[in-house]
């Protein structure tokens, strides 16, 4: 069911960040064409500034995307259509979670792919530059592995904990807004401002000195891992909670 769900979630996504990634593909073939015509003219240079733009704008429009897809089936007039379906509410969470991931994967690998159209072409001695820059991050990388392997693991670890620690704070955001009545979307900025005040404030004066205690770096490694399992877990299980108990559909 999951599976069913993701696909008519990544429809939903796909159709509007298809036209987001076929802009910016063709900002960036213009762009490789204009620095290969006139590099130093004023069109070159706005068509580069537009280009970092659309950069922004293919990030952004994925993230949120991934958000509105969450917010309108779930809480809007959608919900009555949605919440009839007869899935559960982890289905539904891990569905639309998995979606925003592999969109917001899309969208980096076509940024990562219009930046090779840039590059294709360009000036032999900038490109051995960036290849110098390349090569020692891979040497440096391999040294890391060489010396102790177990830093790998430990960043791979902090990765996956982290990467859809965003997306679940944006869901529990928008979970707690929608149980107003009223002014939901002012809510949401609300709360959203209030989680951003208090994850500052204890990481200012609670995270950053308990590790700063920790002199072995394996441990501070472990300790962020742990503290990014727990705020994932901690915001799913409040979103399903509301979910299963506390929906609000008036709107």
Known sequence: ?????????????GRVLI????????????????????PNSTFS???LLFYV??????????????????????FTGEGYLTLSMPVSADQLIWSKLFSALIAEAFAVVVCVLSGCIFLIGLDGEILQQLWVV???????????????PLYIVEFVCLFIAALPMNLLMFYLILSLAQ?????????AFVIGFAF?????????????PLLDLISVLHIALWVW???YLIADVACFLLVRYILRNKVNLIV
Not at 134 to 145: A, R
Not at 196 to 208: A, E, K, R
């Open 45 to 47: 240079v706005m068509i």
């Open 53 to 74: 733009y659309g950069l922004l704008a293919m990030l952004i429009a994925a993230f949120w995307l991934a958000i509105v897809r969450f917010y309108r089936p779930l």
């Open 19 to 38: 036209f987001f990634a076929i802009a910016l593909l063709g900002l960036a073939v213009l762009l490789r064409i204009m620095f290969a015509v006139a």
């Open 179 to 187: 149980l107003c009545t009223r002014h939901r979307i002012g809510m």
């Open 196 to 208: 951003s005040m208090g994850l500052s404030i204890i990481n200012t004066c609670v995270l950053m």
């Open 1 to 13: 069911m999951v599976g069913k769900l993701m696909k008519h979630e990544l429809y939903a996504i």
């Open 225 to 227: 891992i742990a503290l």
């Open 134 to 148: 390349v090569s020692e991050l891979f040497t440096q990388l391999g040294f890391i592995v060489q010396y102790d």
